[in-house]
């Protein structure tokens, strides 16, 4: 059983009944549901994702007034539940897991995450919030919110970046696809330095898969389920099939050594298959960033069509940040 599907049987079954009992007056104002770190939250959990901070629980989040008054008395309530459920050990907290599930006060479960402006209200704030973060509180689920406050405030988060953000995104992540992948991968292997050429070629990959999160509008989350998240995209789904052959090769260091065909280019070896799977990844890019109206140029080269993208941005002080920014 994945771990939200656990997580709302054990609220509906177990902690509904007897937080609602107990507290009448109280749990109608209470938003109830499973937001957070842990990969249950982004749907990626599995029997491996068992082995720490895993079990039945769920989060109940409370207006400050609330907290204050009857925060103590209702995680007693909560910490009083069964902890065994449907087959499923008591919950087993790790050094790093602690306040995941329990009684949330709703400004401070938000302020661990992005601050206090909850929805940030200024772009600069949004372009250097860490999108991993954003990424949790767009995740898991919300069982109920009878007043509405929470869900106002995730909906809006839930709603993405703003569009001068994610264009200005869009520009770094295709300067960095340029510089790592297309310019500094073939450099290395032309030095016959191996180990700058991977960490080039790793770059390159995460360079392209965030880039692929902000032209499909989702935020990308921390950076083992990146590629785990691209399966459900319908925008450049090619791409993902690629990165995971980038990913699996190993040195390819021969098809840098001569004899080399007529014609050769050291700039754009396609000998080598890294080559051509950058390649076929930026050409991919470069036809969505076309057809999101973002660039009208039609160089190979994804550096060339970093000021198209940038003057797309409204925003003057943000139309002004250097191109890597973001």
């Not at 929805?119 to 991993?132: A, F, I, K, T």
Request: net charge neutral.
């Amino acid at each position: 059983m994945k771990g939200l599907l656990l997580a709302r049987r054990y609220y509906e079954e177990v902690g509904r009944p007897a937080l609602w009992k107990a507290f009448p007056d109280l749990m109608p104002r209470v938003a109830a549901g499973l937001v957070g770190e842990g990969s249950e939250c982004l749907g990626f959990d599995d029997e491996i994702s068992r082995d720490h901070d895993f079990g039945p629980g769920f989060c109940l989040w409370l207006e400050k007034e609330d907290f204050e008054a009857q925060g103590e008395a209702l995680c007693r309530a909560y910490d009083s539940l069964p902890g065994e459920f449907l087959g499923f050990p008591a919950r087993k907290e790790s050094a790093r897991g602690a306040g995941r599930v329990g009684v949330l006060e709703i400004s401070e479960f938000f302020g661990r995450f992005i601050g206090r402006e909850q929805p940030p209200s200024d772009l600069l704030r949004w372009l250097y919030l860490p999108e991993e973060k954003l990424a949790i509180l767009a995740g898991g689920e919300v069982f109920e919110d009878p007043r509405g406050h929470f869900s106002a405030i995730r909906d809006a988060i839930r709603a993405y970046y703003p569009e001068d953000v994610r264009i200005k995104k869009i520009v770094a992540r295709a300067a960095g696809m340029a510089q790592s992948g297309q310019y500094n991968y073939g450099r290395a292997m032309r030095r016959r330095d191996a180990v700058a050429a991977a960490l080039a070629k790793n770059e390159f990959i995460r360079q392209a898969m965030s880039m692929l999160y902000l032209l499909n509008r989702c935020y990308a989350p921390y950076y083992k389920w990146m590629y785990a998240g691209l399966s459900g995209f319908s925008l450049c789904p090619e791409a993902a099939g690629l990165l995971r052959e980038l990913a699996a090769a190993g040195d390819q260091g021969a098809a840098w050594r001569g004899p080399h065909p007529a014609g050769w280019n050291p700039y754009l070896n396609l000998e080598d298959p890294n080559v051509r799977r950058i390649e076929r990844i930026c050409a991919l890019v470069i036809a969505e960033l076309r057809r999101q109206g973002l660039t009208e140029q039609t160089s190979d080269f994804l550096e060339d069509h970093t000021e198209a993208i940038m003057s797309r941005i409204q925003d003057p002080a943000l139309r002004r940040r250097h191109v890597l920014e973001g």
